[in-house]
């Protein structure tokens, strides 16, 4: 499974429902708003390329209220155990 996240710019009066309409989108995973300079951060999964080009091109260049989009895709996932487990590394006798 690939993960890719799509960092959103909405016209600002309409990010509530661009928000609601990229997650309708097949292969969307999850959708947030955040604060800085993006208004959105879509977290895409999918199972090869070809469907990025779908989600991306084909679903989030078509709806209305987006201004500028980056993606962003995912080499390695860390879970927080693996994390923990890492910063643990040596502090046993601490």
Known sequence: MITAFVLIQTSRESTAETAEAVAEI????EVYSVTGEWDLVAILRFKDFEQLDDIVTLGLRKLRGIERTQTL????????KL????FNIGGEGL
Do not use: D, N
Request: no cysteine; net charge positive; aromatic share 12%.
């Open 73 to 80: 895709l995912a080499f390695r996932a860390y879970s927080r």
């Open 26 to 29: 097949p292969g969307v995973a």
């Open 83 to 86: 994390l923990e487990q890492g």
